[in-house]
């Protein structure tokens, strides 16, 4: 099992500019997450989705967009980038219940000029 | 809004030392993680534990629920566990922090000198 995958791993952006960030894991996870990670900061909630099908919004959604297209992967997109948004993004999933621990995406480190 | 704080920030010791890393937080939980960030960058789970003591190999998590607190021990420290060590705890109420409400602290920088 490759657990969670993410592409690309870096990505330069200029403002302005968009792109999508790729995840796909195959555990058979119900919930998938987008993560920021700042400097001096803790891990940020961008987005979630409990369930193929269904998105909500986390701690810091402006900016982004998610698409859940199957149980396997889940998208994220910056429709028009701003340097605000350079950051390390991080997917992480889970199986339903409160029980359970997430795994993490390598990350992608963006940057965005 | 529950707040997660990790003491010390940064901390660097010597091979072999003993290692605690602190984790306090505000408001009630149902479940505490630790978590392990290596220079790569990649995350990885240690522990999940809502009461008690965990133990895996050297790493040892306990957490006091009525002092809403909890401690990561190193036994026997080597140079390999030089990381950021992060905590996140899920409220009991879920407040700005999504479905799992997962909040973290800044994590802790550890180095360990051979």
């Known amino acids: 099992n490759a657990g969670v995958t993410q592409t690309p791993k870096f990505q330069v952006l200029k403002t302005g500019q968009s792109m999508t960030l790729q995840c796909a894991q195959d555990m058979n996870h119900n919930s998938m997450y987008w993560y920021r990670q700042d400097p001096g900061m803790g891990l940020r909630l961008i987005y979630y989705?409990?369930?193929?099908?269904?998105?909500d919004k986390g701690e810091v959604p402006n900016g982004y967009n998610v698409s859940r297209l199957n149980k396997r992967e889940f998208s994220l997109r910056l429709e028009s980038a701003a340097p605000s948004q350079t950051s390390v993004y991080f997917c992480a999933s889970r199986p339903s219940g409160e029980a359970y621990e997430q795994y993490f995406g390598p990350g992608t480190r963006l940057t965005v000029t | 809004k529950n707040e997660v704080e990790q003491s010390p920030q940064n901390l660097t010791a010597q091979e072999g030392e003993f290692i605690t890393i602190n984790c306090s937080y505000s408001?009630?939980?149902?479940?505490l993680h630790w978590l392990q960030q290596h220079p790569g960058g990649g995350i990885v789970s240690l522990f999940m534990l809502s009461s008690g003591k965990k133990k895996h190999g050297r790493l040892i998590a306990t957490i006091n629920i009525q002092e809403k607190h909890s401690s990561l021990h190193i036994t026997a420290s080597h140079p390999r566990d030089s990381a950021v060590y992060i905590c996140?705890?899920?409220?009991?109420?879920?407040?700005?922090?999504?479905?799992?409400?997962?909040?973290f602290g800044k994590g802790t920088h550890l180095i360990i000198q051979p």
């Open positions: 996140a705890v899920r409220s009991l109420s879920y407040s700005g922090g999504g479905a799992d409400g997962l909040t």
């Open positions: 408001v009630g939980i149902s479940a």
């Open positions: 989705s409990a369930s193929e099908g269904t998105t």
